[in-house]
């Protein structure tokens, strides 16, 4: 079946320090999206990626989208205690939406 | 954006009891709902998505007859655990997506905190 697995699954960095989670699908997917959850809260939408090879930016949060459309990554530069939480990737092969098995990011002050 | 409620956020139940959980868009219409399940410090698991006014389409290893769901209109869906037993418990978040089709986001619900005794 779909599989989405992401790594690292926890990362704990000090605040200032960049930070990536890696997205992989077992299957080509027909586009991604990634979202934040916080701590005792409901997943929020951060962003979609459609083409292969895509590269889109949100201040510091760069996500990537890979060639075969198998992988995808988000990049955070200068980490920020507001930046806690845990990031899904979630893809889609159809209507439907597989979410990745989530990396949880400890930002240490 | 758009919001998605879900009521009620927290409920506590006997074992054997049944337990409706309501999700409604509230400035949207969404032609497509999700129900997902989540285990503490784990990822979401999708149990069903339901398109209005058609049957849930279930993944595998969810019991239909188990978590019954109810796409009545473009703004309400609901999930009903019949009864319920204590590995139900669990955090029942739902999302709903817009009429753009199938490349729209997910607006998720603040989720449902499951506790059955």
Redesign the interface.
């Known amino acids: 079946?779909q599989q989405v697995m992401q790594i690292p699954q926890y990362q704990h960095v000090q605040e200032g320090e960049d930070f990536t989670t890696y997205c992989n699908s077992s299957t080509t997917l027909?586009?991604i999206?990634w979202?934040k959850q916080r701590p005792g809260?409901?997943?929020?939408?951060l962003i979609?990626l459609?083409k292969s090879g895509e590269v889109k930016k949100q201040k510091r949060l760069t996500f990537q989208f890979g060639e075969a459309k198998k992988n995808s990554s988000l990049h955070i530069t200068a980490t920020q205690t507001t930046d806690v939480g845990t990031y899904?990737c979630?893809g889609?092969t159809?209507?439907?939406?597989?979410?990745?098995?989530?990396t949880?990011l400890t930002v240490i002050p | 954006g758009a919001v998605v409620s879900q009521h009620p956020s927290r409920v506590i139940c006997k074992s054997g009891t049944s337990v409706k959980i309501e999700c409604r868009s509230l400035d949207f219409q969404a032609t497509?709902m999700?129900w997902?399940r989540q285990f503490p410090?784990?990822?979401?698991?999708?149990m069903a998505?339901s398109n209005e006014g058609s049957k849930a389409t279930y993944e595998?290893g969810v019991e239909k007859d188990k978590f019954l769901i109810n796409h009545a209109s473009l703004t309400l869906s609901t999930l009903t655990v019949t009864s319920a037993h204590p590995e139900d418990s669990s955090f029942y978040?739902c999302?709903a997506q817009g009429l753009a089709g199938?490349?729209s986001?997910?607006?998720?619900?603040?989720?449902t905190r499951l506790t059955v005794l």
């Open positions: 079946g027909s586009n999206q979202y809260g409901h997943p929020v939408f979609q459609v899904f979630a889609s159809g209507n439907q939406f597989y979410f990745g098995t989530g949880s | 497509t999700f997902y410090k784990q990822s979401l698991m999708l998505t595998q978040i999302s199938i490349f986001e997910q607006f998720f619900g603040p989720g």
